[in-house]
């Protein structure tokens, strides 16, 4: 049978074709591929299988194995398919119906910022060129082939179960990781316009964490949507990586990522990338940051984010709300001073050169601005969410040195970077210790930080502070509370104010080493305080019911120099402190303080001698007063006034001016003690002179005049009802003549009176001042008993000294402690001998008294003005000063307010004027004070009432008959050397006019 020819032909092509496409194509794609990684790129290549099926167009890869020289592997996969569709021919495009990649392995290592296993084989196919001709050919080709998009078709493209390996040796520990399972699917991707596949894309990491992306896919032109998921612990992963970059001993746990976006990518005509991110949510939660041999540094519930947006080239991003809840951190300060988590060497001491290089480049500006990189940018939040925040703070170097904030709650609305925007903020924290702190305001980022809050702080503890204050004195802080409430405020031209009132309550503080009460008050509080970095203002400064307790120590050392902590106290401290550099310090920048009044109430203190033979004590009760106006830029000094009880009737008065910030330059202060019992004394006689004191009372008047650190004291001692007690034998005793010495001081009455001045330079050392007043004391009896020929008379009748005159203060008509026993001892006195009557005589001074009412009546107009005018927010020396220059003004005064700034302006240094604004106050106020109209009638009135003051006292105190007391005529008495105006008490028999003084006035 003949065989048609042209059958012949097919068959023989046909069997042609089956022979080169199953037998020679895949030896030569096999032989081509293993000679061309060996030759070109010098790997070590194995594939156990390929074949290929010409009439299904199908190709199939087996056992791919790709290794470096040494062995290392580089590439390999189990399988690959790839099924070629016909089709191409139809749509002029290289079509494939699957590319099936099953199991790859890849191996990727960076070796340095510029060297990885891409840049070395990249080198190596360029070294390995056949012909120098051969790289600008191919450049050329790629050139070519890149003015448009290579059509290509696969309508099924996946990756099943990859593997990537990653090893970086660029870090100081080199870092390795796999990736995977890695899955990828695509279907339908397509290089012809306008065509759309869909991807998926899942990769896992080494701790089971999931990357996975799904969405749409267009490739010309290139838009792709979809949606990303991220879900497991990377962090671990993330941290390892960057540990050279952060230098910590540390570590991090857990850190569970659960997070969500929608994005499209997509080029427009113009070849323009545009990204949009949309629905961003995600929450990473359960992170614990360790450190080794101490608590976690950091523990963290939740941070999330939702509402997230991106949009590129619109350079806008947005969040809905940022959440950071359940944040722990564990600060640590180790016993050398370092922080923990600190990098290894950081503790080291740095050379002063080397720190002020650091110094001087640290505050060079950066090339790149960082608002510059944000220009053009719109980053903005509708919230920021700081919730049960707790912040620990250890400090080894010290006892107990723990500070925490156990509930910190934040809220910051309206973020953005827009220049001045207004974010309110709201913080509200809880110390471990107790009390609260809240903030209210707005704070502005750009183009400058500022803060405008209000602030209130209810009752802190103080006894917060006790760590640190232990290193520096012996003092335990056993109660206190702090509270304040005002306005901060933080800009450009005011970096900080704090403007509002301030209080600490219920103060107790102890003395650790004895354990007893050192110092306390009831409530010490500012009415109104303007605080700034180097100025702090204070309007009216009130202590209630303060205590202070102050000792004498053997060998005359006090307990307040006893609590200082010294050196051989602590030797740590000594160790740390003797290394301190040599160097001189840095002028310290000036400190301005002011404090408009200061008032002191019911205040008590003890006092305690141990430095003598007998124990002595003293107890002050009912301490009362005020300080004028004090500023330590003025030369102006404070008034002082203060009042108080010692012991049971006696008294303590303290009046003059005080320079507080430099007292060894101007100081003139009286300091008067009344009605004080002297067996009290006894233990000052004994060392001083070897008695005891059996009875008596003493007013004792102290004089301070201190100018250009010379001291001139004028004291003044008044001794009544005088009695020595036995004999004392003490080594530091002088042998005086004590019994002739007061036998010859008394005067007609019984009464010892008089001066002994003190003077002396502080700037001494060798100047004492007890040293010097002893020494007053004992030439003063010395000299008297060598003068024995004074005369004493003696009193007829019943009345002691002190029954002679009752004392008023100028101005006023209460009595004092002292006066009020003196007319209940007259009262009793009067009792026992019925047939006596007592006088009494109306008395005021016309210059003293006169003075006193004229500084009361300007004091209350300048009070009721105050209290009108409404304004709380000045600081009171302002509104002092503005309704004193208002009254001056309605008074007419002359010379005009003009000159008296002038003579206000003392020189400064340079002999330039500078006015003084207390100095202006104080000669406004005098004027004014001259002004006061004071008729003779007030001065009659006051007479009046201190004669009906004297007789409520001593029909009070027993039962006197009122017809006991007479009345004389009224007299105009001047002021005895202590400003007091004295009221002649008078003994009579009942029924007689005839005067009989109880002694001389």
């Known amino acids: 049978m003949k065989i048609d020819r042209k059958w012949f032909y097919a068959a023989a092509g046909v069997a042609i074709y089956a022979l080169a496409g199953f037998l020679l194509a895949p030896w030569l794609l096999k032989r081509s591929l293993v000679s061309t990684l060996d030759e070109r790129l010098e790997l070590n290549a194995t594939l156990e299988s390929l074949a290929i099926n010409p009439f299904t167009l199908t190709l199939t890869a087996d056992g791919l194995s790709v290794t470096e020289r040494d062995g290392a592997p580089l590439l390999a996969f189990e399988r690959l398919f790839v099924n070629f569709e016909l089709s191409s021919l139809f749509h002029w495009a290289v079509s494939f119906d699957e590319v099936h990649l099953i199991r790859p392995a890849v191996h990727f290592e960076r070796l340095n910022d510029t060297e990885n296993t891409l840049s070395g084989l990249a080198d190596t196919w360029r070294r390995t060129a056949e012909s120098t001709d051969l790289e600008p050919a191919l450049e050329a080709d790629v050139n070519e082939s890149t003015e448009g998009l290579f059509r290509l078709i696969v309508s099924d493209l996946r990756i099943v179960e990859g593997r990537l390996s990653v090893t970086d040796r660029s870090r ?76 910590l001993p540390i570590g991090i746990e857990g850190g569970e990522i659960d997070a969500r976006l929608d994005y499209t990518v997509a080029l427009d005509d113009h070849g323009e990338l545009s990204v949009r991110v949309e629905n961003l949510a995600g929450t990473l939660s359960g992170v614990t940051v360790t450190q080794p041999d101490h608590p976690p540094v950091l523990e963290l519930d939740t941070f999330s984010v939702t509402g997230g947006s991106f949009a590129w080239p619109a350079q806008i991003v947005h969040v809905d709300d940022i959440l950071v809840a359940g944040l722990s951190i564990d600060a640590y300060r180790a016993a050398d001073g370092s922080y923990l988590p600190m990098p290894p060497g950081s503790s080291e001491e740095v050379p002063a050169e080397t720190a002020a290089a650091d110094q001087d480049e640290a505050i060079e500006p950066s090339a790149t601005d960082e608002s510059d990189a944000l220009a053009g940018w719109s980053l903005t939040a509708d919230t920021l969410r700081l919730t049960g925040w707790a912040i620990r703070h250890t400090d080894a170097t010290l006892d107990n040195g723990t500070l925490a904030v156990s509930d910190l709650n934040l809220t910051l609305s309206d973020l953005s970077n827009a220049s001045g925007q207004a974010m309110p903020l709201a913080l509200d924290l809880t110390p471990a210790v107790g009390g609260r702190v809240v903030l209210n305001g707005q704070l502005t980022a750009l183009p400058q930080a500022t803060l405008s809050a209000e602030v209130t702080a209810e009752e802190i503890p103080l006894a917060i502070a006790q760590p640190y204050v232990d290193p520096i004195v012996h003092v335990g802080i056993g109660d206190g509370r702090l509270s304040l409430a005002g306005q901060i405020t933080s800009s450009e031209a005011e970096p900080l104010l704090y403007d509002g009132d301030f209080r600490i309550a219920d103060l107790s503080l102890t003395d650790r080493l004895q354990d007893e009460r050192l110092l306390a008050w009831q409530l010490l509080s500012v009415d109104r305080l303007r605080a700034r970095p180097a100025s702090l203002e204070l309007s009216t400064l009130t202590i209630d019911s303060p205590y202070a307790r102050v000792e004498v120590e053997q060998g005359g050392r006090t307990n307040l120099d006893r609590l200082i902590v010294t050196e051989a106290d602590d030797p740590a401290d000594a160790e740390t402190t003797g290394g301190a550099s040599a160097s001189e310090p840095a002028p310290a920048r000036q400190f301005l303080l002011t404090v408009g009044e200061t008032r002191i109430s019911d205040g008590s203190a003890h006092f305690e001698d141990l430095n003598l033979p007998l124990p ?11 300080l004028s106006t004090l500023a330590s830029n003025s030369n102006a000094p404070s008034r002082v006034a203060i009042e108080g009880q010692v012991n049971e009737y006696g008294r303590l008065k303290i009046t003059g001016n005080l320079q507080p910030f430099s007292p060894i330059r101007g100081t003139d202060v009286e300091v008067a003690f009344s009605n004080v019992e002297l067996p009290r004394m006894s233990p000052y006689t004994i060392k001083f002179a070897g008695r005891r004191i059996a009875d008596g009372r003493t007013d004792l008047t102290l004089t301070y005049k201190v100018v250009d650190g010379r001291m001139n004291g004028d004291n003044h001692l008044v001794i009544r009802d005088l009695r020595l ?47 010097a007043i002893m020494k007053a004391l004992s030439n003063l ?102 309704h004193l220059e208002k009254l001056y003004d309605e008074a007419g005064q002359a010379p005009d307010r003009a000159t008296l700034k002038l003579e206000s302006s003392p020189p400064d240094a340079e002999g330039k004027p500078t006015f003084d604004p207390l100095i202006y106050t104080e000669r406004l106020r005098s004027a004014l004070v001259a002004a006061e109209p004071v008729p003779d009638e007030d001065l009659a009135a006051l007479a009046g009432q201190r004669v009906e003051t004297v007789q409520e006292a001593l029909t009070g105190a027993v039962t006197l008959a009122p017809e006991r007391l007479t009345l004389r005529p009224a007299e105009t008495e001047g002021a005895d050397k202590d400003g007091r105006v004295l009221m002649p008490l008078e003994v009579t028999a009942r029924g007689s006019a005839a005067r009989t003084d109880t002694g001389e006035r």
Do not use: C
């Open 172 to 247: 100081t520990e080199p870092f390795s990781t796999e990736f995977g399972p890695i899955n990828l699917a695509v279907t339908d991707l397509s290089t012809l316009p306008d065509d759309s596949g869909t991807q998926q894309v899942t990769i896992h990491t080494e701790s089971g964490a999931e990357l996975a992306w799904t969405g749409g896919l267009v490739v010309n032109p290139l838009s792709v949507t979809g949606n990303v998921t991220i879900r497991g612990g990377y962090m671990p992963l993330v941290f390892r990586y960057f540990r050279d970059e952060l230098n």
């Open 616 to 626: 002595f004590q003293a107890d002050i009760t009912h301490l009362a007063g005020n």
């Open 725 to 771: 007690g036995e004999k004392v034998p003490h080594p530091d005793a002088m042998n005086l003549p004590l019994d002739l010495a007061v036998a010859l001081m008394k005067d007609p009455t019984g009464v010892v009176d008089f001066n002994f001045p003190v003077s002396g330079s502080l700037d001494d050392p060798q100047f004492s001042y007890s040293g």
């Open 781 to 882: 009896i010395l000299g008297i008993a060598a003068a024995p020929f004074k005369l004493l008379g003696a009193l007829v009748g019943v009345a002691p000294d002190e029954f002679e005159h009752i004392a008023f203060e100028a101005g006023r008509s209460d009595l004092t402690p002292p006066q009020r026993e003196v007319l209940a001892k007259l009262a009793a006195a009067l009792a026992q001998r019925p047939e006596l009557s007592l006088a009494l005589t109306p008395v005021s001074d016309p210059d003293s008294d006169r003075l006193a009412l004229k500084e009361a009546q300007l004091e209350a107009a300048l009070e009721a003005r105050l209290a009108a005018d409404g304004d709380t927010r000045a600081m009171i020396g302002e509104r002092r000063l503005k």
